[in-house]
């Protein structure tokens, strides 16, 4: 059964940072394409920064480029969202999406607040 936890979300002054956690189980991230999407209040789910399967390719939307860094760890099965110098419009629920051709996973979520 796949399972994917996102951990790391918090309340967090602008300017501040956080660093999510995505851990899987019941498949080997190395398999897996990743990506971490965000959702605000009243907004669609928006896809923020993207790794490709063998973790040399990321892509990230032009709100966060500079400012995150999506990376992986194979050993621990975890995928990471870095986030520096946090601005109030990054608040949103942020999820983890893990795809291989038709599969695709999600984690649950996990929120971040940037306000002062």
């Known amino acids: 059964q796949v399972q994917l936890v996102e951990s790391g979300g918090g309340l967090v002054q602008p300017g501040g940072s956080l660093r999510l956690s995505c851990l899987a189980s019941?498949?080997?991230?190395?398999?897996?394409?990743w990506n971490w999407y965000r959702q605000a209040p009243g907004s669609e789910r928006e896809v923020v920064a993207a790794?490709?399967?063998?973790?040399?390719?990321?892509n990230y939307a032009d709100s966060v480029k500079g400012r995150f860094t999506i990376s992986k760890d194979n050993a621990d099965n975890i995928v990471y969202l870095q986030m520096i110098e946090l601005k109030p419009e990054d608040t949103a629920v942020y999820y983890c999406n893990g795809r291989r051709f038709f599969n695709s996973y999600w984690g649950q979520g996990t929120q971040v607040i940037v306000s002062s």
């Open positions: 019941g498949i080997n991230i190395r398999d897996y394409g």
């Open positions: 790794l490709g399967r063998h973790g040399n390719i990321t």
